[in-house]
């Protein structure tokens, strides 16, 4: 089982981005995605989550309006599309699988059983 998150770098405030997470040794059908990040001296924030299961999309609040999640399972691949980014979403970008049931805790970092390694997102001027 391995998750590969990629498409971090540098961009100007009000700027986008696309994070796409590629999933292999299982299908995306079993399980959900979040997207978390972290930024130097932060907490672990839960970003958002896909449960191809049901269909459901789960956003943090900071980035509700902004952020889309989306999933292709044929290619076995989730996104994350950001837009209107801001300096306050610069962090490290993490991918991460789950069981798609008590999804209301789909932020707790705790319940994701395998991690990708992260991405680097820059907001800067």
């Known amino acids: 089982v391995q998750l590969q998150a990629s498409g971090g770098g540098l961009v100007q405030p009000g700027g986008s981005l696309i994070l796409s997470c590629a999933a292999s040794?299982?299908?995306?059908?079993?399980?959900?995605i979040g997207w978390f990040r972290q930024a130097p001296g932060k907490e672990r924030e839960g970003v958002s989550c896909?449960?191809?299961?049901?269909?459901?999309?789960y956003y943090a609040d900071s980035v509700k309006g902004r952020f889309t999640i989306s999933s292709d399972n044929a290619k076995n691949m989730v996104y994350l599309q950001m837009n209107t980014l801001k300096p306050e979403d610069t962090a490290v970008y993490y991918c991460?699988?789950?069981?798609?049931?008590?999804?209301?805790?789909?932020?707790?970092?705790?319940?994701?059983?395998?991690w990708g390694k992260g991405t680097l997102v820059t907001v800067s001027s």
């Open positions: 991460a699988s789950r069981p798609p049931t008590r999804l209301y805790h789909w932020d707790n970092y705790r319940e994701y059983i395998y």
């Open positions: 040794g299982f299908t995306l059908d079993y399980v959900a």
């Open positions: 896909i449960s191809d299961s049901d269909g459901s999309t």
